[in-house]
T-cell receptor, first 111, second 114 residues
Framework: AQSVSQHNHHVILSEAASLELGCNYSYGGTVNLFWYVQYPGQHLQLLLKYFSGDPLVKGIKGFEAEFIKSKFSFNLRKPSVQWSDTAEYFCALGGSYIPTFGRGTSLIVHP | NAGVTQTPKFRVLKTGQSMTLLCAQDMNHEYMYWYRQDPGMGLRLIHYSVGEGTTAKGEVPDGYNVSRLKKQNFLLGLESAAPSQTSVYFC?????????????FGPGTRLLVL
């Protein structure tokens, strides 16, 4: 069985603060990893993904994530958040046939 | 391209009523999915389809039925709605299986069952 755990359920930051959202997964085989973002009132959209190769993946809007196989982690980072980054963030694991989503992290950025 | 569209956007039902949610995609994707999103629960897969004429159960299929008669459409049916089905429903599609490829999501349908 595969699973995804997002430890931070709610994060509140001020603009220009650095961000790191945790994502840990459980799966014994080859993994594909995704981060999706859902802005208020909108649908989910892809932020970045890792399939293979360089474990440091860069996505849209200045986000990046690092795949650390030994830690079963795929944490999302941004050096300086903006008010417009206020959204819900979902980590997803593609291991077996169907992707598994984490419970999401709600990020609020204060101006 | 419209991408993935869902109708209706919002619906209120009484317990026991039935309804169908329509998902349409214009990207010629083989795979389509129905999820429900509840606070603190993330996205949970209800049913999915790997191609026209095929459907399969996901994590929380009870109380729902689906059909994929045309490649571009994936219908989600509630035969007898219950308050526990109050949720936001998202449809998604992908060209390859979702674990291999990016999923494209629709705007969602908010359903309230009284």
């Amino acid at each position: 069985a595969q699973s995804v755990s997002q430890h931070n359920h709610h994060v509140i930051l001020s603009e220009a603060a650095s961000l790191e959202l945790g994502c840990n997964y459980s799966y014994g085989g080859t993994v594909n990893l995704f981060w999706y973002v859902q802005y208020p009132g909108q649908h989910l959209q892809l932020l970045l993904k890792y399939f293979s190769g360089d474990p440091l993946v860069k996505g849209i809007k200045g986000f990046e994530a690092e795949f650390i196989k030994s830690k079963f982690s795929f944490n999302l980072r941004k050096p300086s958040v903006q008010w417009s980054d206020t959204a819900e963030y979902f980590c997803a694991l593609g291991g077996s046939y169907i992707p598994t989503f984490g419970r999401g992290t709600s990020l609020i950025v204060h101006p | 391209n419209a991408g993935v569209t869902q109708t209706p956007k919002f619906r209120v039902l009484k317990t026991g009523q039935s309804m169908t949610l329509l998902c349409a995609q214009d990207m010629n994707h083989e795979y389509m999915y129905w999820y429900r999103q509840d606070p603190g629960m993330g996205l949970r897969l209800i049913h999915y389809s790997v191609g026209e004429g095929t459907t399969a159960k996901g994590e929380v299929p009870d109380g729902y039925n689906v059909s994929r008669l045309k490649k571009q459409n994936f219908l989600l049916g509630l035969e007898s709605a219950a308050p526990s089905q109050t949720s936001v429903y998202f449809c998604a599609s992908s060209s390859l299986a979702g674990y291999q490829e990016t999923q494209y999501f629709g705007p969602g349908t908010r359903l309230l069952v009284l």
